[in-house]
């Protein structure tokens, strides 16, 4: 009976309607032997015309039908593939006098950083334990004339590596590594925009300071209010005229330790990242390949995309995939550094590829050399789809006990 009483008041939360009427649909639905929660859902349905305007600190993970208003606190476009087509979603953060929330719109309801709307028939999902509001097909946006007055939260401390992209109001302490200012044009103003990276024990990361707080580097700083964006697929630290920034007398120094790489796809990659991992396979574009001398690109049999039949550049690299047990990355070596770890100059692979009459030599000695061998990498990395990709600046092989772990994995792994 209890649970029919919470069931009647999770309804009159969302709807306008009489208890009397709410209790006498539900009887009837629990007579029929229809279960509580699709007993509420078809109620809700059926109420679903008038749906009451929530404040968003009563939403929950997993409803339907939900209405309220709200201001964009950060927006956010990004492309992904459904179903091998591209096409472009939005996600940020929607606040209110009560709550914050993640949002993720499906379409392009065409809202910025600042407007009030008014949301009509949203959903929620759940994200890290908290409710995610996601904006459909079906959902009706409006913009408001209102403001809004945003809730006051106490920020929470993040060390740098827990940062991902749609976190907000965060406060983290860090040492600037370097700034540079530049200027934008935002609707026909011409901004100041302060960009960089800066430091923990635990990482780097990019950030974007859209006030001038005077930073310089190896200043020591906290900043309070915060947000988290994500920039190529890694999280980036955004703050602002809303933001607390302070200088402190702190020794702060980024202690370069090996990360797993479960965090690292988790985050979208980072910058300055130390990785450890098996090769489990080197992509087919691996090994000796051709550049145009114009503009970069690789080329195809002497044809350039861009620039039409070129005599070729030779180059040599690797893009290996590295899996470390807890997940698995792209890794990219240049030529200098797959000459580190290959042993062999560019111009020997020439030379043999020339004898062989076929440059798959190249590719099929770098497969025999590499594959199995656990390697460790240091790079930045960004993501494109669902993988990260780390453009290495260091490469170095690991030791044999080490490769005994990375049998043991391959096992584990049913390889
Ligand atoms: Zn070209």
């Given at each position: 009976?209890?649970?029919?009483?919470e069931?009647i008041?999770?309804?009159?939360?969302?709807?306008?309607?009489?208890?009397?009427?709410v209790e006498?649909?539900?009887?009837?639905?629990?007579?029929?032997?229809?279960?509580?929660?699709?007993?509420?859902?078809?109620?809700?349905?059926?109420?679903?015309?008038?749906?009451?305007?929530?404040?968003?600190?009563?939403?929950?993970p997993n409803e339907r039908?939900?209405?309220?208003?709200?201001?964009v606190?950060?927006i956010?476009?990004?492309?992904?593939?459904?179903r091998?087509?591209?096409r472009?979603?939005?996600?940020?953060?929607?606040?209110?006098?009560?709550?914050?929330?993640?949002?993720?719109?499906?379409?392009?309801f065409?809202?910025?950083?600042?407007?009030?709307i008014k949301?009509?028939?949203?959903?929620s999902?759940?994200?890290?334990?908290?409710p995610?509001?996601?904006?459909?097909?079906?959902?009706e946006?409006?913009?408001?004339?209102?403001?809004?007055?945003?809730?006051k939260r106490?920020?929470?401390?993040y060390?740098?590596?827990?940062l991902?992209?749609?976190?907000?109001?965060?406060?983290?302490r860090?040492?600037?590594v370097e700034?540079?200012?530049?200027?934008?044009?935002?609707?026909?103003e011409?901004?100041k925009?302060?960009s960089?990276?800066?430091?923990?024990?635990?990482a780097?990361?990019r950030f974007?300071?859209?006030k001038?707080f005077e930073?310089a580097?190896?200043?020591?700083i906290?900043?309070?209010?915060?947000?988290?964006r994500?920039?190529?697929?890694?999280?980036?630290?955004?703050f602002?005229?809303?933001?607390e920034?302070?200088?402190?007398?702190?020794?702060?120094?980024?202690?370069?330790?090996?990360?797993?790489?479960?965090?690292?796809?988790?985050a979208?990659?980072?910058?300055?990242?130390c990785?450890?991992?098996?090769?489990?396979?080197?992509?087919?574009?691996?090994g000796?390949?051709?550049r145009?001398p114009?503009?970069?690109?690789?080329?195809r049999?002497?044809?350039?995309e861009e620039?039409?039949n070129?005599e070729?550049?030779?180059?040599?690299?690797?893009?290996?995939l590295?899996?470390d047990?807890?997940g698995?990355v792209?890794?990219i070596?240049?030529?200098?550094?797959?000459?580190?770890i290959?042993?062999k100059?560019?111009?020997d692979?020439?030379?043999?590829a020339k004898e062989?009459m076929?440059?798959?030599v190249?590719?099929e000695?770098i497969?025999?050399?590499?594959?199995?061998?656990p390697?460790?990498?240091?790079?930045?990395?960004?993501?494109?789809g669902?993988?990260?990709?780390?453009?290495?600046?260091?490469?170095?092989?690991?030791?044999?006990?080490?490769?005994?772990d990375?049998?043991e994995?391959?096992?584990?792994?049913?390889?």
């Open positions: 009976m209890e649970e029919i009483e069931i008041e999770e309804i009159l939360e969302q709807i306008d309607a009489n208890r009397s009427d006498k649909d539900l009887k009837k639905f629990i007579d029929y032997g229809v279960p509580l929660e699709h007993a509420k859902e078809a109620i809700l349905h059926k109420y679903g015309v008038i749906l009451k305007e929530r404040k968003l600190i009563n939403i929950k039908g939900i209405c309220t208003v709200a201001k606190i950060a956010d476009e990004r492309e992904v593939e459904v091998g087509s591209k472009k979603i939005y996600r940020g953060l929607l606040g209110d006098e009560t709550a914050v929330l993640p949002f993720t719109a499906w379409k392009d065409h809202i910025g950083k600042g407007d009030v949301i009509r028939n949203a959903s999902s759940e994200w890290e334990g908290q995610r509001l996601s904006l459909s097909e079906w959902s946006v409006e913009k408001v004339d209102h403001d809004i007055d945003l809730v106490p920020p929470q401390r060390n740098l590596i827990d991902r992209a749609g976190l907000s109001n965060v406060e983290v860090g040492r600037i700034v540079e200012q530049r200027e934008v044009n935002i609707a026909e011409t901004k925009v302060f960089g990276i800066m430091e923990d024990e635990t780097r990361i974007t300071a859209w001038d930073l580097s190896g200043d020591v906290k900043i309070k209010g915060a947000y988290v994500s920039w190529r697929g890694a999280p980036q630290l955004i602002d005229e809303n933001s920034v302070e200088k402190i007398e702190e020794e702060i120094r980024y202690e370069q330790k090996v990360v797993p790489l479960y965090k690292v796809v988790e979208g990659g980072g910058i300055d990242l990785i450890e991992g098996v090769v489990l396979e080197i992509r087919k574009d691996s000796i390949i051709f145009c114009k503009c970069n690109r690789r080329i049999e002497g044809i350039c620039d039409g070129v070729g550049i030779p180059d040599l690299r690797i893009k290996a590295v899996d047990g807890t698995a792209d890794v070596l240049n030529r200098e550094l797959s000459e580190k290959l042993g100059s560019m111009d692979y020439l030379a043999v062989a076929d440059y798959g190249v590719y000695e497969v025999n050399k590499l594959i199995a061998h390697l460790r990498i240091v790079g930045d990395s960004i993501q494109s669902l993988i990260v990709t780390i453009f290495a600046k260091d490469v170095e092989l690991l030791a044999i006990d080490a490769e005994k990375a049998e994995l391959l096992m584990h792994m049913g390889g």
